[in-house]
């Protein structure tokens, strides 16, 4: 696979595309930091040559937002490459950094991302927990249960508005996403098999998950990973287009709604495809959408993903101020960590710009009658 990889690498005719539209070099103005760099950078790692803490560091700087990979004309997928380089560095000692080993201990040892005790993770539930049978699993995930309330309470309580039959556990524990886009492939398969066989001892055969980090692993990763690995994946939104669809879930229509920003996350827009299912949800609740300049598959990054926010946090954050100063007062996004990263850029960097989780949005607006 490796040899495959660097004949990809060596096709690159450096026409500077992928570097025009790159976060982190966009922000930095660092070449080193640019897709073209890395995937030099990346080749250096997979033929075993010296390897700078510079070169590490423009690896895992890199959001794997795919923004590169959507406009280069030779098809090099550059952020695929580059989670496979992560892999390499840590086979080779390199990583993982001492940023990731806080976070780790923390999925290791407390079943979450964030360093929440898990003891408060229902602290979101507006109601007392019931334990109940379901083959359908409202997985919340991290950033939800524990930094990003609003989405987890707005997105269980519009599913039991509609009536959809599901379970939540009362001892959810961690994806292992984090563990994946680090490189640690060892650990994530130990937290993916281990996942697996719970929900499979309690019949689990659909999740449906607010947190696009924990869709595209359960979707994506997991089943690289894991033979048996085979449940029905949704983001809450597919599940809460289709209930729209078939007269479901209704909303009010005469008033409330107001001019929004819609962003579209890359682990669900770019990489998944889903651009038209929260603008129509947003839509039927009453509300219009005012389009940022970059949306759909050239949709901005917000910059937190693949981990970058817990080792990087300064250029996270210089990256969502992009967002920021594109967006109206309201910016509505499909992902709780680009919820909880853009809304920490607009505090620290004064923007005033009110960012919001597309569930909270539309719970507001739910006809509950």
Not at 116 to 143: A, I, M, Q, V
Not at 203 to 210: A, C, L, Y
Request: glycine share 6%; aromatic share 8%; with cysteine.
């Amino acid at each position: 696979m490796i040899d495959d990889l660097i004949v990809k690498i060596d096709s690159c005719d450096e026409c500077e595309k992928c570097v025009d539209v790159c976060p982190t070099y966009i922000v930095s103005e660092e070449d080193l930091f640019s897709p073209l760099r890395r995937l030099k950078s990346a080749k250096q790692i997979f033929e075993d040559e010296k390897v700078s803490e510079r070169i590490v560091e423009s690896i895992y700087n890199c959001p794997e937002c795919a923004r590169c990979d959507e406009v280069c004309p030779k098809e090099i997928k550059i952020s695929e490459i580059v989670a496979i380089a992560r892999m390499e560095l840590v086979k080779r000692g390199f990583a993982p950094l001492e940023g990731h080993k806080k976070i780790i201990n923390g999925i290791m040892e407390k079943g979450n991302s964030v360093n929440g005790n898990p003891d408060e993770r229902l602290n979101w539930l507006p109601e007392p927990f019931e334990e109940r049978n379901s083959d359908t699993l409202l997985y919340l995930g991290c950033l939800p249960s524990y930094l990003v309330k609003n989405a987890a309470r707005s997105s269980y309580l519009l599913l039991k508005a509609a009536g959809v039959d599901f379970r939540i556990l009362e001892n959810e524990g961690c994806c292992g996403v984090y563990l994946y886009d680090a490189g640690m492939i060892d650990q994530a398969h130990e937290v993916f098999a281990e996942n697996t066989q719970r929900f499979k001892n309690l019949g689990i055969k659909r999740i449906i998950t607010p947190c696009a980090g924990c869709y595209r692993c359960f979707k994506r990763y997991y089943p690289a990973l894991i033979e048996d690995a085979d449940f029905e994946v949704l983001h809450i939104v597919e599940v809460l287009h289709e209930l729209l669809k078939k007269g479901k879930l209704r909303f009010k229509t005469n008033e409330g709604g107001k001019a929004l920003t819609y962003h579209d996350p890359c682990r669900l827009g770019r990489k998944e495809g889903l651009y038209d299912e929260p603008r129509e949800l947003l839509a039927a609740s009453a509300h219009t959408i005012d389009e940022l300049d970059e949306n759909r598959a050239m949709g901005m990054c917000c910059g937190a993903g693949a981990g970058i926010r817990s080792i990087y946090r300064n250029l996270s954050m210089e990256i969502a101020s992009i967002l920021l100063d594109a967006a109206s007062e309201t910016l509505v996004t499909s992902c709780p960590f680009c919820a909880f990263n853009m809304s920490y850029a607009s505090r620290k960097k004064e923007k005033d710009v009110d960012v919001r989780y597309l569930t909270e949005v539309l719970h507001e607006m739910c006809d509950l009658s």
